[in-house]
């Protein structure tokens, strides 16, 4: 057998094995048992909201920064968002408490107040991005380039999200969730695994990695990096999925869903590096992103858009249910969480017929960027104001918060969001 049928040969058999992979991660991620996890789908909506498009883009985003350094910063960015997530964590088992009794000082309502507000908007926006961006990427991978087209469609699957929560409530859109994100995730596992191989291959051949990306000064660099953070949002829906979840429930699955994102992040980001060195990072389109990665495997293509297109929706049914949650609490219950869903729907639909999101997103950025700098001030202001003086936080605590607290200000101010 001549080293051309052997090579033919070995990719047949990674390409099947990688299917049988994806298959058998499908398999067991929808066991009853997990499905039925109480756990497991309270982990979900901040997995899915966190995920997003970030194991699509993050790799390429950041090589076209700090090129060979992207472990690095992917790490850095992971640690920032855990260290914001400790603060909303520290706000769910204590300020919403005070929250639900009518306890809190007038200056933290104020400040939860104002926060609630910010980041209602963002999830419109959001809602609307991440849908949208999931019909253009299916309507250009079918050849279709029409903006009607893209706004039609996007507005059915906003709606049918709407009808769902509306008619379901928060089971509902978990239910939706659970399918797009178990999809995703056993394409993701088969997909690292891919890279993974490539990347062995790569390395031990002696190879090096180059690449070709814009230069620019560190100040820039670092302003860039600091507006990939809201690559990883979406943690926060734990925050306002108390309808069905306990305090403790939602803070322990929210550390699950960051560890799990956290760990995907570092490694698609390491091992799309041997890839993404062939992607044009002047200008980096989604669509080259998804054809680069058949260098690795012929099925991963295939996968990658599967898996982005449910990553797309699944974060938009994650921020869906976060944000009608917050408008149900922020409203009072006047709104149920029922009503609220649609409300949040509808108002993306305005956005899509209406807006050019591409530009708005940046609004959206600083909006989620200045809802966890309120979420600092008010677990601080909590602990000066409202918390008897032996439950106050520690020293270490409060340096950490205020840390975070000033990092965001930077970020509000000065970063150039990611999206």
Same mark, same amino acid.
């Given at each position: ?29 929808? @066991? &009853? ?12 909506? &901040?997995?899915?909201?966190? %995920?997003?498009?970030?194991? =699509? ?6 090589? /076209? ?5 992207? +472990? ?30 009518? *306890?809190? *000082? ?13 980041? !209602? ?11 949208? =961006?999931?019909?253009? $990427?299916? =309507? ?11 706004? #039609? ?32 995730? /056993?394409?993701?596992? *088969? ?64 550390? @699950? ?5 956290? %760990? ?5 980001? %390491?091992?799309?590096? &041997? ?12 669509? @080259? ?11 991963? &293509? ?11 929706? /699944? ?23 029922? %009503?609220?869903?649609?409300?949040? /729907? ?5 956005? !899509? ?28 202001? $909590? ?5 008897? +003086? ?5 020293? #270490? ?6 840390? !975070? ?15």
């Amino acid at each position: 057998m001549n080293s051309n049928s052997l090579l033919s040969a070995s990719s047949m058999i990674l390409n099947a094995g990688l299917i049988l992979v994806a298959l058998f991660a499908l398999y067991y991620l929808r @066991k &009853p048992k997990l499905q039925k996890s109480e756990s497991w789908q309270a982990t979900l909506t &901040p997995l899915s909201s966190i %995920i997003g498009s970030g194991f =699509l883009i993050m790799s390429p985003l950041l090589a /076209s920064v700090v090129g060979a350094l992207s +472990p690095v910063a992917v790490i850095g960015i992971v640690l920032l968002a855990y260290a914001i997530g400790s603060v909303i964590r520290f706000n769910i088992i204590h300020v919403e408490p005070r929250i639900k009794n009518g *306890s809190l *000082s007038k200056k933290t309502k104020e400040v939860e107040s104002l926060g609630g507000i910010a980041l !209602v908007l963002a999830y419109m926006v959001a809602v609307a991005f991440y849908i949208s =961006l999931l019909s253009s $990427f299916l =309507l250009s991978y079918l050849g279709i380039d029409n903006i009607d087209a893209e706004r #039609w469609l996007t507005t059915v699957i906003i709606l049918f999200i709407a009808f769902v929560g509306y008619k379901r409530g928060l089971g509902g859109l978990e239910k939706l969730e659970a399918v797009s994100m178990t999809v995703q995730l /056993s394409i993701v596992v *088969s997909l690292l695994l891919g890279l993974g191989v490539f990347s062995y291959v790569f390395y031990t051949s002696g190879e090096s990695l180059s690449f070709d990306y814009p230069q620019r000064d560190i100040s820039t660099q670092i302003r860039i990096l600091a507006g990939a953070l809201l690559v990883v949002q979406g943690f926060e829906t734990s925050r306002f999925l108390g309808e069905k979840y306990s305090p403790e429930m939602r803070v322990a699955t929210m550390k @699950k869903a960051q560890i799990i994102s956290g %760990i995907l992040y570092v490694v698609s980001v %390491i091992l799309f590096l &041997p890839v993404v060195q062939y992607l044009d990072l002047q200008h980096i389109q989604l669509a @080259k992103i998804v054809d680069v990665t058949g260098q690795a495997a012929l099925v991963l &293509p295939f996968m990658l858009i599967v898996a982005a297109l449910m990553s797309q929706f /699944s974060a938009a049914v994650a921020d869906t249910g976060g944000g009608g949650g917050l408008l149900s609490e922020n409203s009072g219950k006047k709104l149920s969480t029922h %009503i609220s869903y649609l409300g949040i /729907s509808l108002c993306a639909v305005l956005l !899509v017929w209406t807006v050019d999101l591409i530009e708005i997103i940046t609004l959206a950025s600083r909006a989620f960027a200045f809802y966890y700098f309120l979420q600092a001030l008010l677990a601080l202001n $909590f602990c000066y104001r409202d918390c008897s +003086p032996e439950s106050r936080m520690t020293m #270490w605590r409060r340096i950490l918060f205020m840390s !975070v607290a000033i990092t965001l200000l930077y970020i509000i101010f000065f970063a150039i969001p990611a999206e």
